[in-house]
């Protein structure tokens, strides 16, 4: 599904991949984790298409179209996803209308007409259940005043309404209480479908034990160094970061 292959990323003017190679499956979820400022976001905000990141060598591609060739709007449309890919507080624009929109702008892409209000509203309130959201979180402002719990939650809130065929999930366990962590793992959980893959970045290797990952790779300084099964986020946490990279060297 995605085929990442020798990435070298700069961003201003410091190359922060040097050459990382991905192979993500159908069906498969993936962690990937790594010490702070080994490029773990960088490499999920260059599959989404953010701005500000130059790509100097090698290709992405998802499900053999090129990626790089592709603007954000339409590679969130092909279905590759970045939770929180609208982060920051909108004012004004009610969480409701931005499900909505970013619905039906997916439909349009694929030619299929408008979900029907009743339909689109029967959807949300499914999928807010499963989130255990109330209601009145659709009339608030996108992440305006939301504690960290709930911003998380409202992450795989859009994941559940949209559906992506690949959902990168970046550091959705950071500063949840584990009963608010253990309510969105059971949401990424639902999202498993064996059209579907998952690639969660995460520093710690609790949220792994709600959500158990096919493949567990470890980034360091803008390289894959490991791969492996769950098994190696438990030696991760023994362990640490450091025999890895030793072992790398
Ligand atoms: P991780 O998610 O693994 O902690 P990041 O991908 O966020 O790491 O960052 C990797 C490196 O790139 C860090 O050294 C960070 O400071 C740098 N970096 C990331 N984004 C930017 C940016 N927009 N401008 C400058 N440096 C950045
Ligand atoms: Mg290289
Ligand atoms: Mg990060």
Do not use: C
Not at 137 to 166: C, D, H, T, Y
Not at 188 to 202: F, G, K, M, Q, Y
């Amino acid at each position: 599904m995605l085929e990442v292959n020798d990435l070298h990323v700069t961003v201003e003017g410091t190359e922060i991949l040097k050459g990382l190679s991905l192979t993500i499956n159908e069906g498969e979820v993936h962690a990937l984790m790594g010490p702070n400022g080994a490029g773990k976001s960088t490499l999920s905000a260059v599959i989404a298409g953010k701005d500000g990141y130059e790509v100097t060598q090698g290709s992405i591609t998802f499900k053999g179209q090129d990626v790089l060739e592709m603007e954000i709007e339409e590679r969130a449309q092909a279905g590759l996803l970045l939770g929180f890919q609208y982060p920051v507080e909108i004012p004004g624009v009610k969480n409701i209308y931005l499900l909505k929109s970013a619905l039906n702008a997916q439909r349009a892409a694929r030619g299929e007409s408008e979900l029907p209000a009743p339909e689109f509203m029967k959807l949300v309130k499914e999928k807010l259940g499963y989130m255990k959201m109330d209601a009145s979180f659709l009339q608030r402002a996108v992440n305006e005043g939301f504690s960290g719990g709930e911003k998380k939650r409202n992450e795989i809130l859009q994941m559940l309404v949209l559906q992506p065929k690949l959902a990168m999930l970046d550091e959705i366990d950071s500063g949840l209480d584990i009963d608010a962590m253990k309510v969105v793992a059971d949401g990424v959980n639902s999202l498993r479908a064996e059209d579907r893959a998952i690639l969660l970045v995460t520093h710690y290797q609790r949220l792994l034990d709600y959500i158990v990952p096919d493949k567990v790779h470890v980034l360091i300084d803008g390289r894959i160094v490991k791969s492996g099964d769950a098994a190696l986020a438990k030696e991760l946490e023994a362990n640490g970061y450091e025999g890895i990279e030793e072992s790398a060297a």
